[in-house]
């Protein structure tokens, strides 16, 4: 049973350039977190979606961030015009309906 | 106050140490408590859940106090290997809003 599955490990882009992070929930999972954590700083909740469906974006950016989840395969977030600030790892967690989020092993953003 | 806290650390112990981790949270109406631990540049990891009655694994023991709002972990007999971040985890309704505390940092020393 595949675990939460994120993609790419590592990601390497210019400033003003998109970044996509790609998320596929654990096998019977239908809830998706997107986190955010700078280097030496605590995980920042993101967005918490559902298929099809955005539940709660409160921690999302207001600009250049956006997130879906559809109804087929995996969750993207993506980041436009990215900018040094956006520079952190990026984790991906999963959970069924009243049980413990699951992450990813997580995608390192680096913006040169 | 902030939505969960926890003790400030790090926690430098020597191995074999009893090292305990408090962790309060501020929405009475929360429904489930997790702890997690986190190495270095990984991904969070479940390390239990935490229930009403108390809960133990091997070395690790949770115990819940619900009046208090309150939520410990107790490691004995600390290992090089248990050296990590320990987040406290609060679920505050049915509708999978998860809050993580800021973590503690653990270092257990040879």
């Known amino acids: 049973n595949a675990g939460v599955m994120q993609n790419p490990r590592h990601l390497v882009r210019r400033r003003g350039q998109e970044a996509r992070l790609r998320c596929s929930p654990m096998?019977?999972?239908?809830?998706v977190y997107w986190y955010r954590q700078l280097p030496e700083e605590g995980l920042k909740f993101m967005v918490y979606?559902?298929?099809?469906?955005?539940?709660?974006e409160s921690g999302m950016p207001k600009e250049r961030f956006s997130a879906e989840f559809p109804k087929e395969g995996p969750s993207i977030l993506r980041i436009q015009q990215v900018v040094r600030g956006d520079s952190a790892a990026y984790f991906c967690a999963s959970s069924q309906v009243n049980s413990p989020l699951h992450f990813g092993n997580g995608t390192r953003l680096t913006v040169t | 106050r902030k939505e969960v806290e926890q003790d400030p650390g790090p926690f430098n112990v020597p191995e074999g140490a009893t090292v305990a981790f408090n962790c309060t949270y501020s929405n009475s109406a929360s429904q489930s408590f997790f702890w997690y631990r986190q190495d270095c540049r990984k991904e969070p990891k479940l390390l239990m859940s935490?229930?009403?009655s108390g809960n133990e694994d091997g070395r690790f023991t949770a115990q819940l106090n619900r009046a208090s709002q309150y939520i410990s972990l107790l490691i004995r007999d600390s290992k090089l290997s248990d050296s990590a971040t320990y987040l406290c985890?609060?679920?505050?309704?049915?509708?999978?809003?998860?809050?993580f505390g800021p973590g503690t940092r653990l270092s257990v020393l040879p």
């Open positions: 985890v609060v679920n505050q309704n049915y509708g999978q809003n998860f809050v």
């Open positions: 096998k019977g999972h239908s809830h």
């Open positions: 979606l559902q298929k099809e469906n955005i539940i709660d």
């Open positions: 935490v229930y009403s």
